[in-house]
């Protein structure tokens, strides 16, 4: 077993107050927890330091996910981003602005908005992937190959557990129409 952590203290507190706690669910579910708003914060430390949000960067990456021509409309994003549309608006105009992103209007139907990816946004978005991977390594350096592949396994089969009594955690880009979310075919509505 390795060195108490701060998360074992926690539980020995709370186990004088719950004598039905199990330390091994707790443990597992509470670290998980903490490490997860270490890397929010870092995240949010990363993106700063480019000058970027956190929903700038959400944006960004959906855009680029979705694949050539790196557009989608704005309610998609909305969707995606589960994110009202009218925010979404005022975000995209910022973002417009900044430079990220370019909207213009679906030469198949005038009617209909289009959102694309800038080539100063691809590189914003590079520039604070390049960030979190290295974030993410820092985070993860006190484990060696073997045990991140451990790790990667056993969460995994957590993923599989999840997704087995509901939908997947995560889109399936590569199975994405793109001509149904960026380019209606001729003559078809928007």
């Known amino acids: 077993m390795s060195e108490p952590d701060s998360v074992d203290r926690h539980i020995a507190h709370w186990s004088r107050e719950l004598s039905d706690l199990d330390p091994q669910t707790e443990g597992i579910i509470t670290r998980m927890q ?3 708003r270490v890397m929010r914060r870092e995240k949010e430390a990363w993106l700063a330091s480019g000058g970027l949000k956190p929903w700038e960067f959400e944006v960004l990456h959906h855009l680029v996910a ?13 969707e995606w981003l589960d994110t009202h549309p009218a925010t979404m608006t005022n975000r995209l105009d910022r973002m417009e602005q900044a430079g990220y992103i370019a909207r213009a209007h679906d030469p198949g139907d005038r009617r209909r908005l289009l959102v694309e ?3 100063e946004g691809r590189a914003m978005w590079e520039g604070r992937m390049g960030e979190g991977d290295r974030a993410e390594r820092a985070l993860l350096s006190p484990l060696d190959s073997g045990d991140r592949e451990l790790l990667n396994d056993l ?3 957590l993923v599989h ?8 955690l995560l889109p399936d880009w590569a199975s994405i129409d793109r001509k149904s979310h960026a380019e209606p075919e001729k003559g078809s509505p928007a």
């Open 155 to 157: 969460l995994r089969r």
């Open 161 to 168: 557990g999840v997704e087995g009594d509901g939908p997947p």
């Open 117 to 119: 990816l800038t080539p």
């Open 34 to 36: 903490v490490l997860v």
């Open 66 to 78: 979705s694949g050539p021509p790196y557009r989608a409309t704005p309610s998609l994003l909305a």
